[in-house]
C-alpha cells in the first residue's frame, strides 16, 4: 500500500512542481517504509547530490502530502542515502531534525563527478510492451545491446513525453550491464549533465567531470533537449561526444523531438546526434494500450479485467504515464476498499480525470478567431510557409487547439497540413514557455480563449 502512496505523491507533485521536477529528482527516490509508531516516512535517494537536492529543496512539500495521504499531522521524513556506508546517520528532516547535515559546498562538487545515476530495475525489455507504434525504437534498443558500438552509433530516440523513452534508455542499460559486466554504463538525464558540468566549472573540476564521461563505454543521455541554449555545455558535450564516437563506445540519446528540430542547439552538435540511426515513438494505439495496462497492473499484483482496460484506455489519456497514473489510482481504491475492479468502480475513482478536461472545442472555431485576429486563413496555416508572423499565428492556433480540445498533437499536426507530431509538441512549449515570461502574450491568450468559449 505504501508504493501506492508514493506514487499518488508523484502525480501530485508532478501536478505542483511540474514533471521535471518529478523525472529528475523524485523518480530516483523510494518509500523505503512508513512507521507509523514514530509517525516517519523513511526514503531513500541513490546517492548523495539527490540526497542534499531534495532535502533542501522540497522538505515542506513532501511533509505536506505525505502527512495528507498518510492522514497523519506532522510527519518526519528520514532520507536514507543509498550510496552511504549503512553505519553512518541518515539525515533528518523535518519536524524532529536531529542530525546536522554536511556543508552543502563541501559535499556537492565530489559526489557530482562520484555520481553514477542508478538504472532503474523495473524498466527493462520484458516489462516493455510493443506495438506498431514503437517497434522500431524496439527493435533499435535491443540491437545495440547485443552489439554496443558497432550497429547503430549513436541511436537516437525521440518521441513525446510519457511515451516510453526513459524507460527504453534504461532497458537498453540494464540488459548491457547483465550481459558485459565489464563494461561501464552512464545513465546521464541532459539537464542533470548541465547542472554537473556548471558545478564543475563553479568547483574547477572539469578535468574530473571530463575523464569521468571519457572513461565509459555506453553513454546514456535522456531527453537531450534540454542542453540547448546552454552553448558552453554543449561545446564540452561536443568534445566528449566526439571522443567517445571515435573509440567506438555506443551512445544513445532520447530527445522530445527531431535532432533538427532542437532549437538553440549547434548545427554540429545536431549533425552529430542524428548521424546514426533515429528512432520515434508514437502514442500507442487502443489496442496497444490495454495491453500495457494489463502488463502494469501484473507488475503491481492485480489481475485487471479486459473491460476495465478497454474503459481505461477510452479515455484517450494523453500519454502512457498518464495512463499509468490512472491505472495506479483504480488499483489502489480498489484494494484500500476492497472493491473488485470493475468498470464502475473505475468511472467512480476517474471521475475526476475525465471531469477536468478542457470544454470541448472544434478545430474550426480556433482557426476561425485566427482568421479574425491575424487574418491568416486555414490554407496559410497549413502551408509550409514559415515567415515570422504566419508561424507565430500557427503557434498560437496549435497551443490553443492542444489546451482547449482533447485532441492529440497527432491529430492537431494531421489537421495543420501533415505536421509531425513533434514539431506540434515544440510549438506547443513554446507558446506554453512563452505565456510564462510574457504577461501580455499570456492576456492575449486569455481573452482569445474567453472569444472561443462565447
Ligand atoms: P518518457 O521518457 O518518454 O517521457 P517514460 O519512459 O518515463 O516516458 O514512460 C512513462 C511511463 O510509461 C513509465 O512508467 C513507462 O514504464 C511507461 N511506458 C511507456 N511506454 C511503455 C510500454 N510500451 N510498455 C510498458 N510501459 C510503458
Ligand atoms: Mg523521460
Not at 106 to 133: C, E, H, Q, W
Not at 333 to 356: G, H, M, N, Y
Request: proline share 3%.
Amino acid at each position: 500500500m505504501v508504493e501506492h502512496i508514493w506514487d499518488q505523491f508523484l502525480t501530485i507533485i508532478k501536478e505542483e512542481a511540474g514533471s521535471r521536477v518529478v523525472d529528475t529528482w523524485f523518480k530516483a527516490v523510494n518509500l523505503d517504509r512508513w512507521d507509523p509508531a514514530r509517525k516517519t516516512v523513511y526514503l531513500r535517494a541513490p546517492n548523495t547530490f539527490v540526497c542534499n537536492w531534495i532535502r533542501s529543496n522540497y522538505t515542506k512539500l513532501m511533509q505536506e502530502h505525505l502527512s495528507r495521504l498518510l492522514s497523519v499531522n506532522e510527519i518526519a521524513i528520514v532520507i536514507i542515502d543509498s550510496q552511504e556506508k549503512s553505519d553512518s546517520v541518515p539525515m533528518v528532516t523535518g519536524s524532529v531534525s536531529m542530525h546536522a547535515t554536511p556543508e552543502h559546498g563541501a559535499t556537492l562538487p565530489s559526489t557530482i563527478i562520484k555520481s553514477r545515476t542508478s538504472m532503474n530495475k523495473n524498466y527493462v525489455f520484458d516489462t516493455f510492451v510493443v506495438g506498431p507504434s514503437n517497434s522500431l525504437a524496439f527493435a533499435a534498443a535491443q540491437a545495440v545491446t547485443e552489439q554496443p558500438g558497432r550497429l547503430y552509433n549513436p541511436l537516437f530516440i525521440y518521441g513525446g513525453s510519457g511515451l516510453g523513452k526513459t524507460h527504453l534508455m534504461h532497458a537498453i542499460g540494464n540488459s548491457i550491464r547483465t550481459q558485459y559486466n565489464k563494461y561501464s554504463v552512464l545513465y546521464q538525464p541532459a539537464d542533470r549533465f548541465v547542472t554537473e558540468f556548471i558545478s564543475a566549472i563553479r568547483f574547477d573540476k572539469v578535468h574530473a567531470f571530463k575523464s569521468k564521461y571519457h572513461t565509459v563505454d555506453v553513454l546514456l543521455i535522456d531527453d537531450v533537449h534540454c542542453i540547448s541554449n546552454k552553448e558552453q555545455t554543449q561545446e564540452a558535450f561536443f568534445h566528449i561526444f566526439n571522443a567517445l564516437y571515435e573509440s567506438h563506445k555506443q551512445i544513445i540519446f532520447s530527445s522530445d523531438t527531431f535532432p533538427q528540430n532542437i532549437h538553440g542547439l549547434a548545427e554540429r552538435l545536431q549533425s552529430r546526434l542524428a548521424c546514426g540511426l533515429v528512432v520515434d515513438i508514437q502514442i500507442p494505439p487502443l489496442e496497444t494500450q490495454v495491453a500495457i495496462l494489463k502488463k502494469k497492473a501484473f507488475l503491481h499484483d492485480a489481475l485487471l479485467p479486459d473491460d476495465v482496460a478497454h474503459f481505461i484506455a477510452s479515455l484517450e489519456l494523453t500519454n502512457i504515464r498518464e495512463l499509468e497514473g490512472a491505472l495506479i489510482r483504480v488499483l489502489a481504491f480498489s484494494s484500500l476498499t476492497k472493491q473488485p475492479l470493475t468498470i464502475s468502480l473505475a468511472q467512480k475513482v476517474l471521475d475526476r480525470v475525465t471531469e477536468r478536461r478542457p470544454v470541448m472545442v472544434d478545430f474550426s472555431q480556433i482557426t476561425q478567431l485566427i482568421h479574425k485576429q491575424y487574418s491568416f486563413s486555414l490554407d496559410q496555416l497549413k502551408s509550409t510557409d514559415r515567415s515570422k508572423k504566419l508561424a507565430h499565428a500557427r503557434h498560437i492556433a496549435i497551443y490553443l487547439m492542444k489546451n482547449m480540445t482533447d485532441r492529440s498533437f497527432r491529430d492537431i499536426g494531421n489537421y495543420l497540413g501533415g505536421r509531425d507530431h513533434s514539431t506540434i509538441l515544440h510549438a506547443y512549449n513554446k507558446i506554453k514557455q512563452a505565456i510564462n515570461d510574457n504577461a501580455m502574450l499570456s492576456n492575449q491568450i486569455k481573452r482569445m480563449k474567453g472569444d472561443i468559449l462565447r
